[in-house]
Every structure is written in C-alpha cells, then in structure tokens.
C-alpha cells in the first residue's frame, strides 16, 4: 500500500528551465513533507521540507508547494543547472518519526 | 567527515547464509533507522531505534535483527537469506527536536546481492 506516489520516473529539461517534480499522497494525516535528492551510489540528502500550515516554502532555488485539498505536493527547481540531475523522493509523515517515500522521479537537466 | 557511514557498500552471497550491515553516525543523533530499497525504488523503512531502543519495527521478517550497541551505532543481522533481500539498504539518523524538524540523515547504501 503505497502511500506516497510520483507518477513520473523520469523528468528532461532545459539548463536555464523551471523543473516540477510532483508527488501525490493518500493519507491525510500526513502533515510534514520533505524532498530528498540522490545522486547514484549515494544516500538521499535532505533539500527542502514544508509542514501542513504551509502551502509553500522556498529555498533558494527549490520551492515546495503544498495542496492539501487536492493531496498534492511540488517541487519547482528555477533556473535548473546540470548538477540537479538526480532523482528526486518526496516523503510524507503523520507522526514526525516515520516516513514513507515515493519511488523517485528521476531529473536529469540538458546543458 | 562521514556523517553517517555504512559497511560494506556491496555485498554478495548465497542463499542461506547470514550477514550483518555495520552502520555508524557521528551526528550524534538520537534517532536512528533501517531502510530497504528494492528493485522498484520504493524506500520503505524497517526498524526505527532511539537512544538503543526499539521504536519502529515494520512487517519485517525476523530473520531480519537490527542490534544497537550504543546510539551511534545500529547494525543489521539478517540470517537464512533469500532472494528476496537483494536490495539497498539504507541506514539513516535524525535529532529528534520538534515535529517539525524531523529530517534524516543518510548513509552511502549497502547493495546487498543474494545468489
């Protein structure tokens, strides 16, 4: 029972181009998210994260948006560089504690 | 400086033998966990300790026993192996401050092939 899902495995685009990510989720307890980034034979490292008061935070580049209604979150990354190539997990918590993942959308950016 | 380590990176054996994960942080968080990805991708987390304790424990099967001899460390056991435990394994770890503050930390992954 996949809670946390990316529908897209893969994602192109553009050096210089807006990329979004998106993640949908099932449980509407979850109330802290969080985007980690891969790269291969690495662990994910933590990028950005948003709790349910929020329906956006920004760092830097990389935004997150949050749609509770719709269950639904995004990562914009704006302007895309060819070292975001990576993949990208979504991750959801009810409890503070326990997450569940997405399976990854995995960006590559075209110099 | 490693922040969360894990030995070995690779791992290969046969059916029916027993094998340990080795997983070290110098964070010194609190919290730290076990996770598995498998041939989908999906990362799903197997035991959660904290301070030495045991606080999560998914539907893992127990030949699966992780051992925390102390916060900094917690090692994975996994007797009789099987096919199916060729997987990543994925150690983390977190400082439990606030709710909102929670994010882990993760080891390099120890790809673990049985034969």
């Known amino acids: 029972d996949q809670q946390v899902k990316q529908n897209s495995p893969s994602l192109s685009v553009q050096e210089g181009r807006i990329s979004i990510l998106n993640c949908d989720y099932t449980?509407?307890?979850?109330?802290?998210f969080l985007w980690y980034k891969k790269y291969p034979a690495e662990g994910p490292t933590f990028l950005i994260s948003i709790s349910s008061i929020k329906d956006k935070n920004e760092d830097g580049r990389f935004t997150v948006f949050l749609n509770k209604s719709a269950k639904h979150l995004s990562l914009h990354i704006v302007p895309s560089q060819p070292g975001d190539s990576a993949v990208y997990f979504c991750?959801?918590?009810?409890?503070?504690?326990?997450?569940?993942f997405g399976t990854g959308t995995s960006l590559t950016v075209i110099p | 400086d490693t922040a969360v380590s894990q030995t070995p990176k690779y791992l290969v054996t046969q059916m029916g033998n027993d094998k340990s994960i080795k997983c070290e942080q110098n964070l010194g968080h609190d919290t730290m966990y076990w996770y598995k990805q498998d041939s989908k991708k999906f990362l799903k987390i197997m035991f959660s300790?904290?301070?030495?304790?045991?606080?999560i424990n998914e539907t893992v099967p127990n030949r699966f026993s992780p051992k925390s001899p102390d916060k900094a460390h917690l090692n994975l056991h996994i007797n009789s192996l099987e096919l199916g435990d060729s997987a990543v394994y994925f150690c983390a770890s977190s400082q439990d401050e606030t709710l909102y503050k929670v994010r882990q930390f993760f080891g390099p992954g120890t790809r673990l092939t049985v034969l």
């Open positions: 449980n509407s307890m979850f109330d802290y």
């Open positions: 991750a959801a918590s009810a409890t503070g504690n326990q997450f569940y």
């Open positions: 300790y904290n301070n030495k304790e045991l606080i």
